[in-house]
């Protein structure tokens, strides 16, 4: 991407979600959710496919309507506006780009609906084309693009408009996983050198965590934690959220909170776990938990009081670690390891759990403690 | 290749033959006949080639065949039916391009019902409303005129063309819509900047369609057009039961080969794009 080009390629504004109600026909996809982004943030809906991120993003591009709450950008309401009047570009995983137009008329569309002379338009298009770097594609019509550049145009369209915020759909999802990685890093290089606000869907964690200065971990509608990246995948809100960041996911050991001699302790069978060096267990009340460990908070040692032990099943070299699997009782967890020095299958490993980075859930509820 | 393909090849072949000379038989016995003259068309065999050629059975159809008790051949029928079957085909194609589209593409409120509608519509058999029509357009002054039998093509080529554009239609993305909407265009501006551009192959499907159908229509034209705008169809027949002396077959097989004439060429030149547009969707890929 080259450097900025002189002249405003886009504003920055806020948006604010408050108590936003969407249905088709009787069903409730999105009840009362709120959510405020500020001004240039980097804001990602992440969750699984079916969770309403689309339709979410949907109705701040105003494509749908909302049936209650309210939408405003930069402290107007836009919640009945038309899509063109709410200052946004969108992106979308299908790239949606009108096939019969070259790449210079599909960029030049919006312009031209909006009645801007022909010469600004041009000399727009050419700018954003250049910023791109998709000057030689702009004669061409979308079925002779590949899928990356095809993307790259749909990126062009909304950057032409000069809009305040960006929507972007799920933009790499059709992509090969190598594009993939490397338009991920120039969305993240655009914001930076934008500096506009961006509003990001992805079902695909690594995206949300490289790319968001917040996620929104969404499911069945509804918001279930809302934190930079790094607070999330330290302290996640539930046990939904704890599985959903992470490859390989968070270790999950059902057990009792109980207390020895004013210490908090985690019993599961045989094994006692030490639990002082977490500040949420000595607050907690005893009872039934779910203590969340990520694989790289177990490191192996020596057989002794407070580690974990269990059988090598499965490893997996990745190159720079290896994940291994272990059976504990009736479940799985997993290690991550060093490139080299892991144990055979079958092997009987001992772990030392770093319970100061741990989690603890209400085994019912799910929630964090 | 094996032996039950074979078999299976020889069969189509057989089926395709068949049908062959099923509809072409009876093509090439008008042919012959009309370029008979009538003593040759009473002695020889309908089979059998014209032993003078002659093509003043033609001429006598085109210029002066009577039909009732005007002789001047079809001609007049002809041009009726042109100034019929164009305006016909434009508006019911352009209707059903706009309507397939406001119930594809636009979630218009009941769009699911009228569309259900609309097929009832399109497959109640239509000799059910020509009478409460015809007196419907009596009492608005609009029998016996151009404008009328033009009204009744279009009220019944719609639910036909709206079911075939909704179809096409139904197969673009929502997001190709939503990309529009932001984009700042309306309803009118995606139909022609966007959607239209990418209907060729429907269109050409839809005018295909409607224009055969409207030109070899009798009954509509029977009722509706009056003296004045008689189309061929309703000429032929009065020109085949004028009855002066000796029935002359070679004029009627020649009237009735210039009437087809007009359908026939479209489905020949444009056959290639009708298949291809029966086939294609709207999206390639
Ligand atoms: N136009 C629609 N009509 C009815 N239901 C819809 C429509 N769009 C989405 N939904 C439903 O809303 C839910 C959320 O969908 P969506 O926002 O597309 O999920 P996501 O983008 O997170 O995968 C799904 O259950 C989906 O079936
Ligand atoms: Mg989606």
């Given amino acids: ?369 | 290749m094996d032996r039950s393909r074979l078999i299976g090849r020889a069969g189509l072949w057989l089926f395709v033959a068949l049908t062959g000379v099923f509809f072409l038989l009876p093509l090439y016995v008008m042919l012959v006949t009309s370029l008979k003259t009538m003593p040759e068309v009473r002695d020889s065999s309908i089979f059998a080639l014209p032993k003078a050629l002659t093509f003043a059975p033609w001429a006598e159809a085109w210029l002066h065949a009577c039909s009732g008790r005007v002789c001047e051949g079809l001609r007049t029928g002809f041009w009726n039916s042109v100034v019929i079957t164009v305006p016909s085909v434009v508006l019911s194609v352009a209707i059903g391009a706009v309507n397939g589209y406001a119930l594809a593409l636009w979630r218009a409120r009941y769009a699911e019902a009228m569309f259900a509608i609309m097929l009832v519509g399109a497959f109640i058999p239509y000799q059910l409303f020509i009478y409460p029509l015809a007196l419907s357009f009596a009492s608005a002054g609009l029998s016996n005129s151009l404008a009328g039998v033009v009204i009744v093509h279009v009220i019944f080529g719609m639910p036909v063309t709206t079911l075939i554009f909704r179809n096409y239609y139904s197969g673009i993305p929502a997001d190709l819509m939503n990309a529009a909407r932001v984009d700042g265009a309306g309803f009118w501006r995606i139909l022609g900047s966007v959607i239209l551009p990418m209907s060729t192959p429907i269109i050409v499907v839809a005018v295909i369609l409607q224009a055969t159908g409207i030109w070899n229509d009798y009954l509509f034209g029977l009722i509706f057009a009056g003296r004045d705008h008689q189309p061929m169809t309703v000429q032929l027949i009065g020109l085949v039961n004028t009855r002066m002396g000796e029935r002359p077959y070679n004029v009627h097989m020649a009237a009735t080969l210039l009437t087809a004439l007009v359908p026939l060429a479209i489905y020949l030149l444009s056959g290639r794009w009708f298949v291809r547009g029966i086939a294609a969707g709207a999206v390639k890929g």
């Fill in chain 1, 1 to 369: 991407m080259k450097d900025l080009p002189d002249g405003p390629m886009g504003g920055t504004s806020s948006i604010r979600i408050g108590d936003l109600g969407i249905r088709f026909g009787d069903h409730d996809v999105i009840r009362g959710l709120s959510l405020d982004i500020e001004p240039g943030e980097f804001l990602v809906l992440l969750g699984p496919s079916g969770c309403g991120k689309s339709t979410l993003l949907n109705a701040i591009a105003g494509l749908i309507d909302v049936h209650a709450g309210s939408i405003s950008i930069s402290g107007r309401d836009v919640t009945r506006a038309e899509p063109k009047d709410r200052g946004i570009g969108m992106v979308f995983q299908s790239y949606a780009l009108y096939p019969r137009m070259t790449v210079k008329q599909n960029m030049g569309f919006g312009l031209k609906v909006g009645g801007m002379a022909k010469a600004e338009i041009a000399e727009r298009v050419a700018r954003t084309a250049k910023f791109l770097q998709i000057e030689p594609l702009l004669g061409r019509r979308p079925a002779d693009l590949s899928g990356g550049q095809r993307q790259r145009v749909a990126i062009g369209r909304a950057l032409v408009r000069d809009a305040e915020v960006f929507l972007f759909d799920e933009p790499l999802s059709n992509l090969d996983a190598q594009l993939r990685a490397d338009l991920r890093i120039e969305i993240k290089r655009l914001h930076q050198q934008l500096g506009s606000t961006m509003i990001y869907v992805t079902h695909d964690q690594v995206e949300a965590m490289t790319l968001a200065d917040r996620i929104a971990v969404m499911k069945g509608g509804e918001i279930q934690q809302l934190a930079a990246p790094a607070e999330i995948y330290a302290r996640p809100a539930n046990r939904f959220v704890a599985g959903f960041l992470g490859t390989p996911k968070m270790n999950f050991l059902e057990g009792e909170l109980g207390f020895a001699e004013g210490r908090p302790e985690f019993r599961a069978g045989g094994l006692r776990l030490d639990l002082s060096g977490l500040p949420m267990a000595g607050r907690a009340a005893p009872g039934p938990v779910v203590l969340g460990l990520r694989p790289e908070d177990l490191a192996p040692a020596g057989d002794g009081p407070g580690m974990i032990a269990g059988e090598v099943v499965l490893t997996e070299p990745l190159g720079p670690e290896t994940i291994v699997w272990l059976r504990l009782g009736s479940s799985q967890i997993s290690v991550r390891m060093g490139a080299e020095d892991f144990p055979a299958p079958g092997a009987v490993l001992h772990l030392r759990p770093d319970l100061s980075r741990a989690s603890l859930f209400d085994r019912d509820s799910g929630q964090r403690l």
